[in-house]
Protein backbone atom coordinates (compact mmCIF):
# COMPACT_ATOMS: atom_id res chain seq x y z
CA UNK A 1 0.00 0.00 0.00
CA UNK A 2 0.87 3.71 -0.61
CA UNK A 3 0.16 6.94 0.57
CA UNK A 4 -0.25 10.35 -1.22
CA UNK A 5 3.00 12.41 -0.18
CA UNK A 6 3.30 16.10 0.17
CA UNK A 7 3.73 17.91 -3.70
CA UNK A 8 6.84 18.74 -2.83
CA UNK A 9 8.47 15.36 -2.03
CA UNK A 10 9.41 13.43 -5.53
CA UNK A 11 6.48 11.72 -7.13
CA UNK A 12 8.90 8.47 -7.43
CA UNK A 13 9.44 7.98 -4.06
CA UNK A 14 6.79 5.38 -3.26
CA UNK A 15 8.75 3.30 -6.18
CA UNK A 16 11.60 3.15 -3.92
CA UNK A 17 10.18 0.51 -1.64
CA UNK A 18 9.44 -2.06 -4.14
CA UNK A 19 13.22 -2.03 -5.25
CA UNK A 20 14.67 -3.06 -2.60
CA UNK A 21 15.95 -7.15 -2.00
CA UNK A 22 13.30 -7.84 0.90
CA UNK A 23 9.77 -6.96 1.28
CA UNK A 24 9.44 -3.46 3.15
CA UNK A 25 6.67 -3.80 5.91
CA UNK A 26 7.03 0.44 5.41
CA UNK A 27 8.82 3.41 4.53
CA UNK A 28 8.12 7.07 5.79
CA UNK A 29 10.12 10.09 4.98
CA UNK A 30 12.17 11.35 8.19
CA UNK A 31 15.08 13.86 8.49
CA UNK A 32 14.60 17.53 7.80
CA UNK A 33 11.05 17.02 5.89
CA UNK A 34 9.22 15.55 8.90
CA UNK A 35 11.08 17.94 11.23
CA UNK A 36 9.29 21.23 9.65
CA UNK A 37 12.30 22.98 7.93
CA UNK A 38 13.88 21.24 5.03
CA UNK A 39 15.82 23.24 2.76
CA UNK A 40 15.42 23.28 -1.42
CA UNK A 41 18.91 20.70 -1.35
CA UNK A 42 17.69 18.65 1.43
CA UNK A 43 18.14 15.06 1.03
CA UNK A 44 15.45 12.73 1.11
CA UNK A 45 15.31 10.48 4.41
CA UNK A 46 13.76 7.00 4.04
CA UNK A 47 13.37 5.12 7.06
CA UNK A 48 11.49 1.67 7.58
CA UNK A 49 11.34 -1.93 8.39
CA UNK A 50 12.35 -4.68 6.10
CA UNK A 51 11.37 -8.73 6.86
CA UNK A 52 13.32 -10.84 6.55
CA UNK A 53 12.44 -14.77 5.20
CA UNK A 54 12.06 -17.13 8.06
CA UNK A 55 15.30 -19.04 6.24
CA UNK A 56 17.54 -16.39 6.95
CA UNK A 57 16.81 -15.86 10.85
CA UNK A 58 16.75 -19.38 11.74
CA UNK A 59 19.61 -20.67 9.64
CA UNK A 60 23.51 -20.86 9.08
CA UNK A 61 23.16 -18.00 6.44
CA UNK A 62 21.44 -15.07 8.53
CA UNK A 63 20.42 -11.91 6.68
CA UNK A 64 21.02 -8.59 7.32
CA UNK A 65 18.90 -6.72 10.22
CA UNK A 66 20.05 -3.08 8.98
CA UNK A 67 20.40 -2.00 5.27
CA UNK A 68 21.61 1.10 4.36
CA UNK A 69 21.63 3.07 0.80
CA UNK A 70 22.34 6.22 -0.48
CA UNK A 71 22.01 7.13 -4.16
CA UNK A 72 20.77 10.28 -6.10
CA UNK A 73 17.80 9.95 -8.21
CA UNK A 74 16.83 12.77 -10.56
CA UNK A 75 18.99 15.44 -8.60
CA UNK A 76 17.76 14.21 -5.46
CA UNK A 77 19.95 13.02 -2.83
CA UNK A 78 18.26 9.97 -0.70
CA UNK A 79 19.40 8.41 2.36
CA UNK A 80 17.74 5.28 2.84
CA UNK A 81 17.84 2.48 6.12
CA UNK A 82 15.45 0.08 6.99
CA UNK A 83 15.54 -2.59 10.02
CA UNK A 84 14.41 -5.86 10.28
CA UNK A 85 11.23 -6.11 11.71
CA UNK A 86 12.77 -7.81 15.13
CA UNK A 87 15.45 -5.61 15.37
CA UNK A 88 13.13 -2.59 14.96
CA UNK A 89 10.75 -3.93 18.02
CA UNK A 90 13.96 -4.42 20.12
CA UNK A 91 14.78 -0.84 19.31
CA UNK A 92 11.26 0.24 19.92
CA UNK A 93 11.08 -1.28 23.41
CA UNK A 94 14.97 0.52 24.44
CA UNK A 95 13.35 4.05 24.55
CA UNK A 96 14.63 4.84 20.88
CA UNK A 97 12.88 8.10 20.00
CA UNK A 98 14.61 7.74 16.14
CA UNK A 99 12.28 5.03 15.65
CA UNK A 100 9.16 5.97 16.99
CA UNK A 101 9.65 8.92 15.03
CA UNK A 102 10.00 6.92 11.47
CA UNK A 103 6.70 4.92 12.81
CA UNK A 104 4.54 7.48 13.02
CA UNK A 105 5.61 9.54 10.36
CA UNK A 106 3.03 11.45 8.45
CA UNK A 107 5.06 11.09 5.81
CA UNK A 108 4.16 7.69 4.72
CA UNK A 109 5.77 6.14 1.46
CA UNK A 110 4.42 2.78 1.67
CA UNK A 111 2.23 0.81 4.36
CA UNK A 112 0.93 -2.63 5.41
CA UNK A 113 -0.94 -4.41 7.77
CA UNK A 114 2.50 -4.83 9.45
CA UNK A 115 3.02 -1.37 9.76
CA UNK A 116 -0.68 -0.39 10.62
CA UNK A 117 -0.56 -2.90 14.02
CA UNK A 118 3.61 -1.04 14.59
CA UNK A 119 1.45 1.78 14.76
CA UNK A 120 -1.19 0.49 17.19
CA UNK A 121 1.46 -1.10 19.28
CA UNK A 122 3.45 2.55 19.46
CA UNK A 123 1.21 3.89 22.58
CA UNK A 124 2.76 0.80 24.99
CA UNK A 125 6.44 1.79 23.65
CA UNK A 126 6.25 5.33 25.31
CA UNK A 127 7.70 6.20 28.36
CA UNK A 128 9.15 8.83 30.58
CA UNK A 129 12.39 7.85 30.19
CA UNK A 130 12.04 8.58 25.84
CA UNK A 131 13.29 12.58 28.01
CA UNK A 132 16.85 10.74 28.34
CA UNK A 133 16.80 10.38 24.29
CA UNK A 134 16.03 13.62 23.50
CA UNK A 135 17.93 15.20 26.22
CA UNK A 136 20.91 13.25 25.02
CA UNK A 137 20.17 14.09 21.43
CA UNK A 138 20.09 17.63 22.34
CA UNK A 139 22.89 17.89 24.08
CA UNK A 140 25.18 16.48 20.89
CA UNK A 141 23.62 18.79 18.56
CA UNK A 142 24.89 21.97 20.80
CA UNK A 143 28.01 20.53 21.00
CA UNK A 144 28.01 20.35 17.43
CA UNK A 145 26.33 23.87 17.31
CA UNK A 146 29.54 25.22 19.74
CA UNK A 147 31.99 23.82 17.28
CA UNK A 148 30.46 24.58 13.75
CA UNK A 149 27.96 27.44 14.48
CA UNK A 150 25.83 26.30 11.73
CA UNK A 151 21.88 26.63 11.61
CA UNK A 152 20.72 22.95 11.58
CA UNK A 153 22.59 21.89 15.16
CA UNK A 154 21.01 24.44 17.24
CA UNK A 155 17.55 23.92 14.55
CA UNK A 156 17.95 20.06 15.82
CA UNK A 157 18.89 20.79 19.46
CA UNK A 158 15.39 23.09 19.93
CA UNK A 159 13.56 20.32 17.66
CA UNK A 160 14.21 17.53 20.27
CA UNK A 161 13.78 19.10 23.23
CA UNK A 162 10.85 20.68 22.18
CA UNK A 163 9.66 17.20 20.99
CA UNK A 164 10.61 15.75 24.13
CA UNK A 165 8.67 17.81 26.43
CA UNK A 166 5.49 17.58 24.37
CA UNK A 167 5.66 13.91 24.42
CA UNK A 168 6.03 14.30 28.56
CA UNK A 169 3.45 16.47 28.74
CA UNK A 170 1.48 15.51 26.52
CA UNK A 171 1.64 12.08 25.79
CA UNK A 172 2.16 12.43 22.23
CA UNK A 173 4.96 12.45 19.99
CA UNK A 174 5.28 15.15 17.60
CA UNK A 175 8.65 15.52 15.56
CA UNK A 176 7.48 18.66 13.81
CA UNK A 177 9.49 21.68 15.14
CA UNK A 178 6.88 24.22 13.34
CA UNK A 179 3.57 22.66 15.40
CA UNK A 180 6.23 23.10 18.79
CA UNK A 181 6.90 26.54 18.57
CA UNK A 182 5.20 27.01 22.02
CA UNK A 183 7.30 25.42 23.63
CA UNK A 184 10.61 27.43 22.27
CA UNK A 185 12.16 30.91 21.83
CA UNK A 186 9.98 33.29 19.39
CA UNK A 187 12.76 33.51 17.28
CA UNK A 188 12.32 29.75 16.34
CA UNK A 189 10.12 30.28 12.93
CA UNK A 190 12.89 33.12 12.03
CA UNK A 191 15.33 30.35 12.14
CA UNK A 192 13.07 27.42 10.51
CA UNK A 193 12.83 30.43 7.70
CA UNK A 194 16.59 30.81 7.28
CA UNK A 195 16.62 26.90 7.21
CA UNK A 196 15.02 25.95 4.60
CA UNK A 197 16.57 29.13 2.47
CA UNK A 198 19.80 26.48 2.68
CA UNK A 199 20.70 23.07 3.76
CA UNK A 200 24.42 24.54 5.67
CA UNK A 201 24.72 27.26 6.38
CA UNK A 202 25.93 29.83 9.66
CA UNK A 203 23.56 30.58 11.99
CA UNK A 204 22.23 34.27 12.51
CA UNK A 205 23.62 35.73 15.75
CA UNK A 206 21.18 34.33 18.58
CA UNK A 207 22.56 35.72 21.37
CA UNK A 208 19.75 34.00 23.87
CA UNK A 209 20.28 30.45 22.66
CA UNK A 210 22.53 29.29 25.48
CA UNK A 211 19.78 30.38 27.85
CA UNK A 212 16.83 29.43 26.05
CA UNK A 213 18.39 25.71 25.29
CA UNK A 214 19.23 25.34 29.27
CA UNK A 215 16.00 26.53 30.20
CA UNK A 216 14.69 24.24 27.84
CA UNK A 217 16.67 21.48 29.25
CA UNK A 218 15.79 22.03 32.62
CA UNK A 219 11.92 21.62 31.94
CA UNK A 220 12.65 18.44 30.01
CA UNK A 221 13.94 17.31 32.79
CA UNK A 222 11.39 18.17 35.19
CA UNK A 223 8.90 17.15 32.72
CA UNK A 224 10.40 13.84 32.63
CA UNK A 225 9.81 13.66 36.42
CA UNK A 226 6.51 14.82 36.74
CA UNK A 227 5.41 12.59 32.83
CA UNK A 228 2.07 10.39 33.57
CA UNK A 229 3.80 8.00 31.04
CA UNK A 230 4.92 5.00 32.47
CA UNK A 231 8.16 3.92 33.41
CA UNK A 232 8.21 1.16 30.87
CA UNK A 233 7.10 -0.30 28.09
CA UNK A 234 3.40 -2.55 27.59
CA UNK A 235 4.00 -3.68 24.41
CA UNK A 236 6.69 -6.70 24.73
CA UNK A 237 4.09 -9.07 24.04
CA UNK A 238 2.27 -7.34 21.59
CA UNK A 239 5.69 -7.08 19.71
CA UNK A 240 6.11 -9.81 20.34
CA UNK A 241 3.57 -11.52 18.33
CA UNK A 242 3.74 -9.43 15.68
CA UNK A 243 7.25 -10.34 14.62
CA UNK A 244 6.35 -14.35 15.04
CA UNK A 245 3.55 -14.07 13.14
CA UNK A 246 5.05 -11.91 9.88
CA UNK A 247 8.06 -14.16 9.74
CA UNK A 248 6.00 -17.28 9.66
CA UNK A 249 3.42 -15.57 7.54
Do not use: I
Not at 142 to 161: D, S
Amino acid sequence: MTATLPAWLPAWLPRVPGEQPHPVAFATVSGAHLYGFPSADSDVDLRGVHVLPAELVVGLRTGPETLERTWTREGVEVDLVTHDLAKFCRLLLRRNGYVLEQLLSPLVVTSSPVHEELVALAPGCLTRHHAKHYLGFARTQWRLFGRTGELKPLLYTFRVLATGLHLMRAGELEADLTRLYAYGPAYLPDLVAAKREAEHGAAPPVPAAGDDVARMTAELEAASEASALPAVATAHDGLHDLVVRARLG
